[in-house]
């Protein structure tokens, strides 16, 4: 049984948190894709990089609003941007209206990496639904843009 949130009062057959369900799940996709992708030739993407990377909108995104997506200061995501700079993913461009703001552009290899992302994601996705069945993702997929909208989009996935 997970200690979070939990105290095991005894052996019972207590559900786990469906929270930690989908931590686990969400976890373990991001795993597979990070092995697929060094696979496919971005052999120094890290799961770090993958989750900033999923924040980033076509264009250029502000690393503020990264960071709010995140739920994290924009100091706590500066490094893994440097990274993703370095490796040639990103660039971090100064906003000429907004002094105090960076902006975030993907360069080629990033839209080279977000496409590749992308079909690795569908990959796997086919994979789960071979294994626990298509109606089964359907369901889950449809719950959970019921319950917290769909995460495209300028709001990504806030609720009113």
């Known amino acids: 049984m997970s200690t979070k949130f939990t105290i095991p009062l005894a052996e019972e057959a207590l559900p786990e948190p469906l929270t930690v369900l989908l931590e686990t799940a969400?976890?373990?996709?991001?795993?597979?894709?990070?092995?697929r992708l060094r696979t496919a030739g971005f052999a120094t993407i890290t799961e770090a990089h993958l989750v900033l990377f999923g924040n980033l909108d076509c264009g250029a995104t502000h690393a503020a609003q990264i960071a709010h997506r995140m739920?994290?200061?924009r100091q706590a995501i500066s490094k893994t941007l440097r990274e993703l700079q370095a490796l040639g993913f990103i660039q971090l461009e100064n906003d000429h209206d907004r002094r105090n703001q960076k902006l975030v552009v993907m360069t080629k290899r990033g839209l080279q990496l977000a496409v590749a992302a992308r079909s690795e994601l569908r990959d796997i996705e086919t994979a789960i639904a071979?294994?626990?069945?298509?109606e089964a993702i359907a369901a889950l997929r449809g719950a959970l843009v019921k319950g917290w909208g769909n995460p495209v989009g300028p709001n990504r996935g806030t609720t009113g």
Request: charged share 20%; hydrophobic share 40%.
């Open 130 to 134: 071979r294994r626990i069945g298509a």
């Open 26 to 35: 969400s976890k373990s996709v991001l795993q597979k894709l990070t092995i």
């Open 71 to 73: 739920q994290v200061s």
